[in-house]
């Protein structure tokens, strides 16, 4: 029931078992660098509602310095011409197409731009780093800001991630106005926080639950009495209980105030008037605050999570393995991979089915930090299934340790664009050969995105003839997405078969477009 229990058991208990720190996997890259020409990457769509804050950082990779510039864009927003940080706030509902230009001494690139001012924010997927992963109770102020700087200094910026977030144990005693909860020592000042982040061009979140206490037992969002307080032994359940006073408004304003831009809201069993009670305090707080709910959302109200939240986790906490001896299946990759297909129908702009976090790089939560237990196969299954997936992309590792293959994993802007697509369709699972299975996604210029994944543990070389069963008509275009290479066109779907070979545990992206 409690899964961020169990990861605090195993840190008291001295579980956290080490990997290698010292595995070179140099070999396994299989993603050309980016070239010094300037190209502009991320999404081509953002949303804002009206009246609210407006940051947006176009995302380019190429030599710097750099300049941007924007056409057509709308009264009320301004674009720095050295950062590429467009801010300001549109007070009226509409859809602005614009011009995005980046120029560097070696080229230029061009892109098109949409900017939706309605009721919606989080049109594609949010990506960014999360703190639980790799400092757990460890965190602060402090790292907190050094993984702010390792996001822009590693580039990760100029491939389209944003969000720096707080998890867990920030919390203070209720001092602010309206009692609003206060952080404690390790985070002396949120607003100057935010304010940095802000500079940096990325944006910052934070956590809270509905419960008198966390999981690491920290103040909650409600209390025994009308100031925050909470009385330990008011019963035999101490900590992770409802209390008689919720302070949800009064909180949603004090983060609107700070200036954080997402909320990590965390309990469980998650229920529909705690959801809605924070979804409305968070609208009413004059910030686009992405709300995403955690941890295992109950499927029966998958509607109700898509009606009131921005995201919400399908699944128990994720732990670095493929596999788990003797049960917790829900707690490894491969059980939550390839256990997602009932969300599909609920995923979408403004609403994503939640995963859990990356488990790549240096993890451990912490403060003591091991290389991932993954492989590089199976690091590679897992971000193409989170992509596939149209999932949230929070990063749980210490970015000032990424090792080249991380970095080369998290910077594809090839993959990173099949989980960004507006369209927002998830994937699903379409056939199954064996060990192996194959998911399609739909993607909004018309083209296809097709994933082959190896759940066996010995390599698999298939002959895929069922491309014009799962909707492929004429001749088509194939690109390797992880090489960034194109292959021989599929002349006929309905003869023949695509070859796929893959690794154990591994898995394979491609992106068939109809040849005209």
């Given amino acids: 029931m409690m899964p961020r229990f169990l990861s605090l058991l195993l840190l008291l208990a001295g579980l956290n078992l080490h990997a290698a720190d010292t595995s070179d996997y140099s070999s396994f890259i299989r993603t050309p660098p980016a070239p010094d020409t300037p190209r502009i990457n991320g999404p081509d769509i953002f949303g804002v509602r009206p009246g609210s804050p407006c940051l947006y950082t176009i995302p380019a990779t190429g030599d710097r310095p750099m300049t941007f510039n924007v056409d057509n864009l709308p009264a009320g927003l301004s674009v720095d011409a050295a950062t590429g940080q467009i801010t300001g706030k549109l007070k009226r509902k509409g859809e602005y197409d614009v011009m995005f230009h980046a120029k560097n001494a070696k080229g230029g690139a061009d892109k098109k731009f949409r900017i939706v001012v309605g009721d919606q924010i989080a049109l594609t997927p949010p990506m960014g780093w999360n703190s639980w992963n790799c400092w757990a109770a460890a965190v602060s102020q402090d790292k907190v800001l050094k993984s702010a700087q390792a996001m822009v200094s590693s580039g990760l910026i100029n491939h389209g991630w944003t969000y720096i977030n707080i998890d867990d144990t920030w919390q203070g005693r209720r001092t602010g106005k309206d009692h609003a909860l206060q952080p404690n020592a390790k985070f002396p000042d949120m607003k100057a926080l935010c304010g940095e982040v802000h500079r940096l061009g990325l944006k910052a979140g934070i956590y809270s639950t509905p419960w008198i206490t966390s999981y690491a037992r920290y103040a909650g969002g409600s209390g025994d009495s009308p100031d925050g307080a909470w009385s330990k032994t008011m019963n035999s359940q101490k900590y992770w209980r409802l209390g008689k006073y919720a302070f949800t408004q009064t909180d949603a304003n004090q983060w609107a105030a700070w200036g954080f831009d997402y909320l990590k809201y965390d309990w469980n069993p998650i229920d529909v008037p705690h959801v809605k009670a924070m979804s409305l305090a968070l609208h009413k707080s004059g910030r686009d605050i992405v709300f995403s709910l955690s941890n295992t959302a109950p499927f029966d109200h998958a509607a109700d999570w898509a009606k009131w939240a921005n995201c919400w986790r399908t699944t128990s906490d994720i732990f670095d393995s493929w596999a788990a001896p003797g049960g917790f299946w829900q707690f490894t990759l491969s059980g939550i ?155 006929n779907p309905l003869e023949g078969g695509f070859e796929v070979s893959l690794a154990a545990h591994s898995a394979e992206l491609y992106k068939f477009t109809a040849a005209k």
């Fill in 337 to 491: 991979a390839f256990s997602q297909d009932r969300w599909a129908p609920y995923g979408g702009p403004g609403h994503w089915n939640d995963p859990d976090m990356l488990v790549v790089g240096y993890v451990g939560w912490g403060p003591q930090l091991h290389l991932t237990r993954l492989t590089p196969d199976e690091q590679y299954t897992h971000i193409t299934m989170w992509c596939m997936l149209s999932a949230p992309l929070l990063i749980g590792c210490d970015l000032d340790r990424l090792d080249a293959f991380t970095l080369n994993l998290l910077d594809n802007d090839e993959v990173l664009a099949i989980d960004q697509d507006a369209l927002g369709e998830p994937a699903t699972r379409v056939a199954t050969i064996g060990d192996v299975d194959v998911y399609l996604k739909n993607l909004e210029d018309g083209g296809k995105a097709v994933a082959f994944f190896n759940r066996g543990p010995a390599p698999e070389n298939i002959k895929f003839d069922k491309l014009g069963y799962i909707g492929f008509q004429g001749p088509q275009h194939v690109r390797d997405l992880w090489r960034q290479k194109n292959l021989p066109d599929v002349a």
